[in-house]
């Protein structure tokens, strides 16, 4: 049974399944898609993404850190934040969760 449970939401929209009812995300992908959320909510991903060798960059992952660790379901000093070798626009960010193990996500503006 799962602990956590959340709509499941990409591009701002809900998922549906085949039967057009909604689709849940448990455990560690909710914390997942809550830690995403927070930080495109706070407004840092606009800050990181846009950052284009200012030095702001290092300053905004450090407020990333601090916000994911605020989330009580994660372990303190695990969170880390990169940029995607691929993508240069999204970032990386992956941390331990005290219950569920590792979740790495990708975040972007």
């Not at 995300?25 to 909510?41: P, S």
């Amino acid at each position: 049974m799962a602990i956590y449970m959340d709509l499941h939401i990409e591009n701002g929209d809900v998922m549906l399944d085949a039967g057009k009812n909604p689709t849940y995300l448990t455990d560690r992908n909710a914390i997942a898609q809550d830690i995403v959320h927070a930080i495109i909510e706070s407004g840092l991903a606009k800050l990181l993404v846009s950052d284009r060798g200012t030095g702001v960059g290092a300053d905004t992952q450090t407020r990333i850190k601090l916000l994911v660790e605020d989330d009580l379901r994660i372990m303190p000093g695990t969170v880390t934040v990169q940029q995607n070798d691929i993508k240069k626009g999204e970032w990386w960010v992956s941390a331990q969760t005290i219950e569920f193990g590792t979740i790495n996500t990708l975040v972007g503006a």
